[in-house]
């Protein structure tokens, strides 16, 4: 596994959050992780990037434990998250935004900003405007774009779809999953269990701070407890 979680818990002062938590992403793969809200799918993507603190467990990162590393430091080991609510500069143009995401590795981003535009066609066109005058969906690929400026060796992904209106879910999931295909690996978090299990390898379901089922995306969906709790079926 490319990261590799173990036994992982979390603490709110006297609040578990998140309970003896395992899970793992090889590279190349798309894992989704599911639950409701308040499950602590946001705690378990700060854990991983650092800004909570782990009270137990490992985190593994291509065989390094990182569990006590600096948040700056995992982001130079290529570890990006994708924030919900997506924090851009608003007055910032989607260029300069963009730009920012490669500032920490240096070099010319030049090349990677047009593959960035070659996935968002609508942020080429937009691209000298305030990030802050975007649709949702638009601003959610800035996002995107701009962690990926970075070249991430793994993205947290925080429930991208948040917010958004059904169809530009659709257009937001369609941008992950041609990410996968480059060979991207990535981590999804979502409370829209649907659109993430129906892109995902793998999935875990996460319920008041513990993992309760994993399997692939396509045995999930079709699972008749996630159906229940999840899909409204
Ligand atoms: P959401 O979809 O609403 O973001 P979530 O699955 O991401 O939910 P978390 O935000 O990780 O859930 O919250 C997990 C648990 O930890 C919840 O019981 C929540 O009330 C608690 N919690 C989260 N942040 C804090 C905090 N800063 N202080 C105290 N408790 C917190």
Redesign the pocket.
């Known amino acids: 596994m490319l990261l590799e979680v173990s036994g992982l818990d979390s603490h709110?002062?006297r609040?578990h959050?998140l309970k003896s938590v395992s899970v793992g992403v090889a590279e190349g793969e798309l894992v989704a992780l599911v639950?409701?809200?308040?499950?602590?799918?946001?705690?378990?993507l700060r854990t991983l990037s650092g800004v909570q603190t782990a009270t137990s467990g490992t985190i593994k990162f291509d065989g390094v434990d990182i569990t006590r590393m600096s948040p700056h430091q995992r982001v130079a080991e290529g570890i990006l998250q994708v924030p919900?609510g997506r924090q851009l500069f608003g007055p910032l143009s989607v260029e300069d935004n963009l730009r920012l995401g490669a500032f920490r590795r240096g070099g010319n981003p030049d090349q990677d900003l047009e593959r960035m535009y070659a996935m968002f066609p609508i942020l080429k066109q937009k691209r000298h405007q305030p990030a802050g005058t975007l649709s949702g969906g638009q601003q959610q690929m800035v996002a995107i774009g701009r962690a990926l400026m970075a070249r991430p060796r793994v993205l947290l992904l925080d429930?991208p779809s948040m917010g958004l209106a059904p169809l530009l879910v659709g257009e937001i999931f369609n941008a992950v999953q041609a990410l996968k295909r480059t060979g991207t690996t990535i981590f999804l978090v979502e409370?829209n269990a649907y659109a993430a299990l129906a892109i995902a390898d793998r999935g875990y379901v996460?319920e008041t701070?513990e993992i309760t089922l994993t399997d692939s995306g396509e045995a999930l969906l079709a699972n008749d407890r996630v159906k229940q709790a999840y899909l409204g079926l």
């Open positions: 709110y002062g609040i959050a639950g409701a809200n308040g499950a602590g799918k946001t705690t378990l919900e429930e409370q996460l701070g």
